[in-house]
């Protein structure tokens, strides 16, 4: 599979996509992301606001919009598209939260940026069990939580498809660093079903493609969840989707728990360590690209690692049945 950003002067470093923004193009998206932020009422949540941001998303620089929808064409064998060289507040960055639950309410440039973004490839959602339904979420290291299979942990975070569990988990996850890991160390991990595949045999594959796994929710999720019984591969058997939470999804028996094993050590070998930086967005296709974390060593001093996460449906109208007042919040 060749990826579909080469006409957009996209580069591709190891086994990732990266769109470096020329400094006009940063200016020209920084002009754009301050407008937006200082549009009232000042409230990434607030419907009205929502609706600007998805008509403002419409000027973005041309480059950058091209690219956005190519990846959403075909995310290519990675599966994986990250911008680079965005604005950031040329203002000092307030401390690094360190509460669990931490959301972005009010509409910063940073808050803004990540909404433009996330219109341009298609619906901002959020859940109302996860995060209180905010539509912009931080992505940072919290003392109660550091032993946990969170985004507020810091021990090594399986390879997970996000909200696995759910009948309408995101298609894209976009992350975009405000601040780096200290010593740049590696935060996330990215590994997609589209170069593994190669690396199972057919029993494994016959296997993983059969309703024989369960996954309950994630910790983040304040309500209990489980899903039925699913497959971790669907679609097409060539080029398959994949839905599998390696710390929260269950085998049924002793040959499917076999073919997970299998699955995980093959998205292990094909993995890509992205360090992201400061003005550095990741875009990760769900439905074809498993992420994780490695361990690391917060210091809780204002200055860790600080993302903001936002999750994109393609099919808005398909949830609509979750959505109240056809809001993008799904319960």
Aim: glycine share 8%.
């Amino acid at each position: 599979m060749t990826s579909t950003m080469a006409s957009t002067n996209t580069d591709h470093r190891g086994d990732t996509s990266v769109l470096e923004l020329t400094g006009g193009e940063r200016a020209e998206l920084e002009s754009l992301a301050r407008q937006l932020a200082r549009t009232g009422p000042g409230l990434v949540d607030d419907p009205g606001w929502q609706s600007t941001a998805r008509e403002e998303s419409c000027r973005l620089p041309g480059r950058l919009s091209r690219a956005v929808r190519a990846f959403r064409h075909d995310a290519g064998d990675a599966g994986t598209l990250t911008i680079s060289n965005l604005p950031m507040p040329a203002e000092p960055l307030p401390p690094t939260p360190t509460v669990p639950d931490s959301v972005e309410r009010r509409t910063t440039v940073p808050a803004a940026l990540a909404v433009l973004l996330g219109s341009e490839l298609g619906t901002v959602i959020a859940y109302r069990d996860e995060k209180f339904g905010a539509l912009v979420q931080n992505v940072v290291p919290v003392p109660a939580l550091a032993g946990s299979q969170s985004n507020g942990g810091s021990v090594q975070l399986e390879f997970h498809t996000e909200n696995a569990f759910h009948p309408h988990r995101p298609d894209y996850v976009g992350l975009l660093c405000l601040r780096p890991a200290h010593e740049d160390q590696v935060g996330t991990q990215v590994a997609s079903i589209r170069l593994a595949l190669p690396l199972l045999d057919e029993d494994a594959l016959t296997v993983l493609r059969e309703a024989r796994f369960m996954t309950e929710a994630p910790p983040s999720f304040h309500a209990v969840g489980l899903s039925s019984p699913h497959p971790v591969l669907g679609g097409a058997p060539e080029d398959p989707d994949i839905c599998v939470d390696f710390h929260a999804t269950r085998a049924l028996d002793e040959r499917a728990e076999k073919s997970l094993a299998q699955l995980r050590e093959a998205l292990v070998e094909v993995r890509s360590d992205v360090v992201l930086r400061p003005g550095d967005m990741i875009f990760v296709d769900n439905r074809l690209v498993v992420h994780g974390r490695v361990a690391f060593s917060p210091r809780y001093d204002g200055n860790d690692r600080w993302l903001h996460r936002v999750f994109v449906h393609l099919d808005h109208r398909r949830s609509r049945r979750h959505r109240p007042d056809n809001g993008a919040v799904l319960t």
